[in-house]
């Protein structure tokens, strides 16, 4: 383990997490990482480069204790300065100068309704020090998809101040049926009584995997007849979809 840059679902360096890893020579310390804890590089003896983003706000006294090659980057004013100034530790401005994706999210084409998929995406974070390192898009860095807009949508992804973009595609969902969800609350009549759709509920199955409960309407009501005794198939119709359900009418006792 030569170099190590800090996966960004990480907010702190704790206790003791490399501490006497002899063959690590370089660390990024990301815009996610807030708190660097005791000896959490000590004995670290061939580290001589670490960058520490600005978002760095507490680093324990002992953070990198017998480390006596080391040289901290950062930006100028940040507490990596303070904290090197502090330690007699060599400091070296430095800056996030560019943001690279190194490869794209897997999915790139999405159907109306689906949230955005960022999994397979990473970029590459470059500094003026000569290190770079992989960071995995989080939903957080992201943003311009609407899920609900249709065509091609761009995407911008922002980290340290940099950003950059890719595009995604969302195409209309597609109705591939119903079914019904709840039955009528009433489903026994008597010749001459009107259908009530009280109750009656359907669920709309897409092909984007999301489905919709709808409430019946009597527009979407057909095949009932009032003047015929019996068990009656009615049917529900949806945007060219259709399901049936059973109800009884019973002759009027005289």
Known sequence: LKTVTLSNGINKVLDNTFRGCTSLTSVIIPYNVTTMNSQAFGGCTNLTKIYISPNVTTIDDTAFIDCSNLTIYGES?????TFAASKSIPFVTSNLSSITMKSYPVKTEYIEGQELDLTGSVLTA???CDLSGDVYLTPAMVSGYD???LGSQTITVSYGGKSLSFSVTVKAKTLLGITIKSQPTKNSYVVGESFSVDGL???ADYDNGIPVDLTVTDGMIS???TDVPGNQSLTVTYEGKTVTFTITVSEKNI
């Not at 004013?77 to 300065?81: E, L």
């Open 77 to 81: 004013g940040s507490y990596a300065q």
């Open 126 to 128: 470059n500094y003026d």
């Open 147 to 149: 899920k609900n807009k």
């Open 201 to 203: 509920t359907i669920t």
């Open 223 to 225: 095949g009932y007849n």
